[in-house]
């Protein structure tokens, strides 16, 4: 895409917390026919991608326990990690942040939050994949099988 992050903030919690809430999302949305091996499955297949990218953009990046915290002091916390300038005299140009992290951490929370807090453009990578479906059907089809999976 051409775009060279600022930031990486990687939300984690306890894999109990994910699992659970992978698992109840399925139940909620009448999914309930996976095992709890493959839920535990689609977890560990998500946080290899997440450790790729880790790796790759670690100078970059924050690392954020979520668990037992409140939302607001998360917030706040993640609005002081971003206000940290490198060099105090460089002109300040738009933040480009992007969060990552365990499943159900709270990344599309908290990054519509910092958006918000800052002023920013908050871009969704569910939003362009929706968006890039709706115009190119075999992408759609893709998509939807691999929500399928995730949701």
Do not use: W
């Amino acid at each position: 895409m051409k775009v060279i992050p600022d930031k990486f903030i990687n939300l984690t919690t306890v894999k109990s917390i994910s699992l659970a809430m992978m698992k109840s999302r399925r139940i909620d949305k009448g999914v309930d026919d996976y095992a709890d091996e493959d839920v535990e499955n689609t977890y560990n297949e998500l946080l290899m991608h997440q450790n790729e990218v880790l790796q790759t953009f670690e100078q970059f990046t924050y690392t954020y326990e979520i668990t037992g915290k409140e939302q607001q002091d998360i917030t706040m916390d993640l609005v002081r990690m971003l206000n940290v300038r490198n060099c105090a005299k460089a002109p300040r140009q738009p933040l480009k942040v992007i969060i990552i992290g365990s499943p159900f951490s709270g990344k599309s929370t908290y990054a519509k939050m910092v958006a918000k807090t800052f002023g920013c453009v908050l871009v969704s990578p569910d939003q362009l994949v929706f968006e890039e479906s709706r115009r190119n059907p075999h992408v759609g089809r893709l998509y939807s099988d691999a929500a399928k999976i995730m949701n």
